[in-house]
Nanobody, 127 residues
């Protein structure tokens, strides 16, 4: 089993920044991908970014240039640096981890690829 704990969410004004953290514990050697997803009220959960636990490749759901996913030195932590935040970024952000059979962008950004999920951390961006 793998346990994921997110932190770093909060409320910021548009244009601000936040850095989300996700700490993985347990049988982390079974993992090869970690990712961030987000879900706004009334909407489906959508991918934000994913990273191969070896450090690369990294995948982004769309070319934002505002978000950066990275991994901790111990490789059992993943971060999401979010800059130039917009009100539409408001959502619950979830950390996910799993072992993907195919290392493709489609697989890495598909929520069904991940077996483990954190409880989420709320990000609220005000105009």
């Amino acid at each position: 089993q793998v346990r994921l704990v997110e932190s770093g969410g909060g409320s910021v004004q548009a244009g601000g920044s936040l850095r989300l953290s996700c700490a993985a514990s347990g049988y982390t050697s079974s993992l090869n991908f970690m990712a961030w997803f987000r879900q706004a009220p009334g909407k489906e959960r959508r991918a934000v970014a994913a990273i191969y636990t070896a450090g690369s490749p990294t995948y982004y759901a769309h070319s934002q240039g505002r978000f950066t996913i990275s991994q901790g030195n111990a490789k059992n932590a993943v971060y999401l640096q979010m800059n130039s935040l917009k009100p539409e970024d408001t959502a619950m952000y979830y950390c996910a981890a799993g072992r993907l059979d195919s290392i493709t962008i489609a697989s890495a950004l598909n929520s069904r690829s991940y077996s483990y999920w954190g409880q989420g951390t709320q990000v609220t961006v005000s105009a």
